[in-house]
């Protein structure tokens, strides 16, 4: 029997990763254009990492995540996030001893072992954005505006939107904690199994739940923001109107709630009508208590994470295949030797050209050259080896001339081949 991919994990092939680097690439643009610098992460932490910053009574931690003991005796845990690790990182290098302002951002996988479905896998791939150091509204104005830029630059901010909350500080989160449980206490019964025992480790997540009865039984539960403190609400409000100021569209989804506990104040969730069930395809807050939680210093914070599986799945396979510019054709005495060499010598120039190693017959090779989408085939037979010149076939045109060998490179970046 054949060993199989694990459930959730999934293969990228050549054919789907054009688009992956298109993502990548934009991010990075972007991100750098905002002075976020790249910051990479291991894929293994200690358990009490995410234990402590996810939070105990949090789904991923209380049954998503991929831990196990390793030889040592330590138990550890594949990353099922990027922000605990960039703290930890940040901590841990003293970064904020040189200058506690830092903008970071990170690319790569997470693990988390959720039932799969469109749009969820158990290993996904985020870029994540991590600004330490701002208090100030304005900062979490300008990470919105870097989000929606991103998403801007990807052609796709006409196919998603920005929904914004405020969870308030640690002591708004206790009253309201306090009026959400007193709100539902008379239809406990209304709840699913899980919620009824959310409401005693972690009440803010029933308003989360999925399940059409908890839904209806939260419809008229308070809303955090109006019993948050002066101090934030006016930071609510003031990134708002930055945020209006920018003409970025957003709406307040007084029922947003995070997955994950370290949120306080701002929270953000860009979804997409496109995506099915899984609609969120970024998300992210402040976390202004999440250094001190971790045993730093207080560091006020906030950043974002979105899934590259949903981007992907949004800007579908638009982009095509990417095909060599040129592929040789050889046959005859020394001439696969010539061949390799005029590859090294285009690739040198920047220019990508394609061949197969085996001298199949002539027809063979225009095929695969065809198969490959290629511009050109350069075809080296027995009378170009003697006049050291190669006859180069336009495939689009269906046209055809001798060049000689030295100045190939030359004559293909002079007909458009450039890279
Ligand atoms: P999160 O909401 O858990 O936040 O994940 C952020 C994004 O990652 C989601 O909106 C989604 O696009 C993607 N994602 C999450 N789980 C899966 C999955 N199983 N399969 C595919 N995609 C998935 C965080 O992770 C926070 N660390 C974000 C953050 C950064 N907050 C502050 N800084």
């Known amino acids: 029997m054949h060993v199989r ?3 959730g994990f999934r293969d990228i092939l050549p054919a789907e990763t054009p ?6 690439s934009a991010v990075r643009r972007v991100f750098g254009r905002y ?7 291991p894929l293994l932490e200690e358990t009490a990492l995410f234990r402590r910053s996810i939070g105990e009574a949090t789904d991923i931690v209380e049954k998503e995540m991929y ?3 390793d030889t040592g005796g330590t138990s550890v845990t594949l990353r099922p996030e ?3 690790s960039a703290v930890r990182a940040y901590l841990e290098n003293g970064l904020h001893r040189s200058d506690p302002k830092q903008r970071l951002y990170y690319l790569g996988p997470m693990f988390r ?5 469109k749009g969820r896998l158990r290993q996904f791939h985020q870029i994540g954005a991590e600004c330490f150091g701002w208090e100030e509204p304005e900062a979490d104005a300008d990470v919105l505006c870097l989000l929606w830029d991103l998403f801007a630059e990807l052609g796709l901010s006409g ?3 920005l929904e914004v909350n405020t969870l308030g500080c640690a002591a708004d989160r206790q009253s309201y904690v306090e009026r959400l449980r007193a709100s539902l206490a008379g239809r406990t019964d209304d709840l699913c199994e899980n919620c009824r025992r959310r409401l005693g480790t972690n009440p803010l997540r029933v308003l989360d739940c999925k399940s059409p009865r908890c839904q209806e039984a939260t419809v008229d539960a308070p809303a955090i923001l109006d019993g948050a403190c002066p101090e934030c609400t006016a930071h609510f409000d003031r990134v708002r109107e930055l945020l209006s100021i920018q003409g970025v569209p957003h709406a307040v989804n007084p029922r947003m709630v995070r997955g994950l506990d370290y949120y306080n104040r701002t929270t953000f969730e860009l979804l997409s009508g496109d995506l099915g069930a899984q609609n969120a395809v970024a998300a992210g807050g402040r976390y202004d208590g999440l250094a001190e939680t971790l045993g730093g210093p207080r560091l006020p914070a906030l950043g974002f994470a979105a899934g590259i599986e949903r981007l992907v799945l949004l800007l579908g396979d638009a982009r095509p295949h990417d095909g060599p510019v040129a592929y040789l054709v050889h046959r005859g005495e020394g001439a696969v030797a010539e061949a390799l060499r005029l590859r090294r010598e285009l690739a040198k120039a920047g220019l990508r050209a394609d061949l197969d190693y085996q001298a199949r017959s002539f027809k063979a090779q225009l095929r695969a050259a065809d198969r490959r989408g290629a511009r050109f085939a350069l075809i080296l037979g027995e009378d170009e080896m003697a006049g050291g010149t190669v006859t180069v076939k ?13 100045g190939l490179a030359a004559y293909l970046g002079n007909h458009g081949a450039g890279c």
């Open 35 to 41: 002075g976020f610098e790249e910051l990479r992460l």
């Open 159 to 161: 196919r998603v939107r």
């Open 394 to 406: 336009d495939l689009a045109e269906g046209t055809q001339t001798s060049v000689p060998a030295a």
């Open 113 to 117: 072992r959720e039932r799969p479905q």
């Open 19 to 24: 688009v992956w680097q298109q993502v990548e």
């Open 82 to 84: 990027g922000t605990a």
């Open 5 to 7: 991919k694990l459930k």
């Open 67 to 69: 831990t196990f003991t």
